[in-house]
């Protein structure tokens, strides 16, 4: 009798390659002889969209957004073809910093809604093939967060080690938002240490309970259906108070590892580290093998602006187009085949990427020709709230109609107590670059308060050019920004070529011009051409290459071999 559980060989293989087809998880390619294993990643070909809730969508009229807002427009986000939503944190806070001082890392805001809203939300995306991906502050907590409020009780309380205690002030460290990291507490007579907002002591990593309370609650968010994680300031976790190292300390990849054993490692989900570092850093978080994080953001791009000689952020520079160019080159090399980038513009902590990288001269062109830069490059695009109406910063004349605690720190810091800038110079660098600029309430329509709410004052002020730059105006017009977004997205997902934009090699070309990013993407059958005009001047280029077909461009152009591309011009195409 022939023995029905006995296979061959070959049969086995055969088996465990179909599974592993049907699974998704790997694919095979024939590079010589030699059979080369790739990982493929269920998350791969998504787009994330970052969302700041507090000024995504007000429902309930008491003038700031929420999660009801969020769930309103959740057809919106399907319809422009994004994927994975990231919300900034939504968890219990006295918003000193908008959320990133989390009192209680299970409880949601109440500002923002419920347990049951966000439960409802996940349903929602579940509905729509859509993911939340969430934000999680480690690194510190809000001094108004029970562990906290323990800690500073008594020099034996249990939860003191939660945080960094000194009986003096340590090197003279300034915090991220202007003054002292040190902050002194009568009650026990020491210096707490936080890197950010007063409100924001830092935890202190070198408890290993700290770690494990950290694993507890991304569990309690991942077992809810959370897809997704960005780890805010994930960089400074390892830090050595004592020895001044803030960032990258000896322990980091060690702690980082851990709580991915601890934690997410053990779920099917995407990991984002906000890490501010360079391209070695990057490839320390992210090579698979170390078992840390899918992904880094990097910032030298989006940071260039910051002139390190005078005051940073608030004394901006103009952007170089080529250094941003040769640094996306830089990482797409160095992190190619072995991990994954992040492609970003724009966050909740920058300022507008048109008036950052684009030019409002070539403000419609320019919107468009920074997206097509960045998003056919290899990695997982992120885009952020009304980055795809082309929306610009807002530009306040009175200091008091800001609201970031940054803006208000730096205030004190540099135009009263140092007088380092004047008020119209601070107001000047806030304009260019404040965070605020992107926090602005999102632009729904022309009516009353851009159709983000019924009319209640919101927190931040909306930009008046909401009659000109919102949704409504734009969905349903072609050549708009938004449907760029949208076209550019299907054609990165289209069937026929999305292998190409995810997997394929990225090769840059025509390095030496200073005003064209041209790049290829290719893989053993097919090769896609990139080119944008980073300038606002005519470009002329020979391309090295036989255009097949046109797949997106911003301008109406057919192109042959000699191009003179106009101001911001750009184009992706087939070719042979
Ligand atoms: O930002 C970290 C950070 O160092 C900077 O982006 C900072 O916000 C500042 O703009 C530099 O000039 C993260 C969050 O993204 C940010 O919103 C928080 O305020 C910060 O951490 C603290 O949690
Ligand atoms: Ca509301």
């Known amino acids: 009798m022939p023995n029905l559980f006995k296979i061959d060989s070959s049969t086995f293989i055969n088996l465990t390659m179909l599974l592993l087809f049907i699974n998704k998880s790997i694919i095979f390619t024939r590079k010589g002889s030699v059979m080369k294993m790739k990982l493929q990643k269920w998350w791969h070909d998504k787009i994330v969209y970052q969302i700041y809730p507090k000024s995504f969508k007000d429902n309930n009229n008491d003038g700031i957004g929420d999660i009801k807002g969020i769930i309103s427009k959740l057809d919106y986000l399907r319809d422009l073809g994004v994927d994975i939503l990231w919300l900034t944190p939504y968890f219990k806070s006295p918003m000193e910093d908008n959320g990133y001082d989390v009192a209680d890392y299970l409880e949601v805001n109440e500002m923002f809604g419920s347990m049951e809203d966000i439960l409802e939300l996940l349903a929602e995306c579940k509905k729509r093939n859509m993911y939340i991906m969430m ?206 980038n992040a492609l970003f513009v724009e966050n909740h902590d920058l300022g507008r990427c048109i008036n950052r990288f684009g030019s409002l001269e070539f403000y419609d062109k320019s919107a468009k020709a920074i997206a097509v830069m960045n998003y056919f490059l290899k990695g997982t695009p992120y885009i952020y709230q009304g980055q795809e109406l082309g929306m ?86 072609q050549n708009s920004i938004y449907s760029f977004y949208k076209d550019l997205i299907a054609l990165r997902k289209n069937s026929l070529y999305c292998n190409t934009f995810v997997y394929g090699k990225f090769i840059a070309h025509l390095i030496e011009r200073k005003n064209i990013f041209m790049y290829t993407r290719e893989t053993d059958n097919q090769k896609i051409l990139v080119v944008t005009n980073m300038c606002g001047e005519r470009e002329n280029i020979s391309l090295p290459f036989e255009i097949e077909k046109v797949l997106l461009s911003n301008y109406n152009h057919s192109y042959n071999e000699n191009i003179t591309l106009e101001p911001y011009e750009a184009f992706a195409a087939l070719i042979k």
């Open 392 to 477: 610009t910063n807002i530009k306040i004349t009175d200091i008091n109609d800001y609201d970031d605690v940054e803006v208000h720190g730096f205030y004190k810091e540099y135009v009263l107590d140092k007088k380092l800038l004047t008020y119209e110079e601070f107001l000047d660098g806030c304009h260019k670059e404040a965070r605020d600029n992107n926090r602005t309430p999102i632009q729904w329509n022309n009516q009353i308060n851009a159709g983000w709410n019924d009319g209640a004052k919101p927190w931040l002020k909306i930009n008046p050019n909401y009659t000109e730059i919102n949704a409504e105006n734009q969905i349903n017009n």
């Open 135 to 340: 934000d999680i502050v480690a690194n510190h907590t809000s001094s108004e967060h029970t562990w906290f409020k323990e800690s500073k009780k008594s020099k034996n309380n249990p939860y003191r080690d939660y945080y960094i205690w000194r009986d003096e002030p340590l090197f003279d460290c300034q915090s991220t938002f202007g003054g002292s990291a040190w902050e002194y507490d009568e009650q026990t007579n020491q210096y707490y240490f936080h890197e950010f907002a007063k409100g924001q002591p830092d935890l202190n990593w070198e408890n290993p309970k700290v770690l494990d309370e950290i694993a507890k609650c991304i569990n309690f968010w991942l077992d809810k259906g959370v897809k997704g994680i960005r780890f805010d300031v994930i960089h400074l976790i390892g830090k050595e108070i004592d020895q001044n190292i803030h960032a990258y300390g000896p322990t980091l990849h060690q702690k980082v590892h851990e709580l991915y054993k601890k934690s997410y490692g053990n779920y099917d989900i995407v990991t984002v580290g906000e890490a501010w570092g360079d391209l070695a850093k990057a490839i320390d978080f992210t090579d698979p093998k170390n078992e840390e994080l899918d992904m880094v953001f990097q910032f030298e791009c989006t940071s260039s602006t910051n002139d390190p000689l005078r005051l940073g952020k608030f004394t901006p520079r103009p952007i170089d187009m080529e250094f941003v160019k040769n640094t996306l080159i830089k990482y797409q090399n160095g992190l190619n085949d072995r991990s994954w």
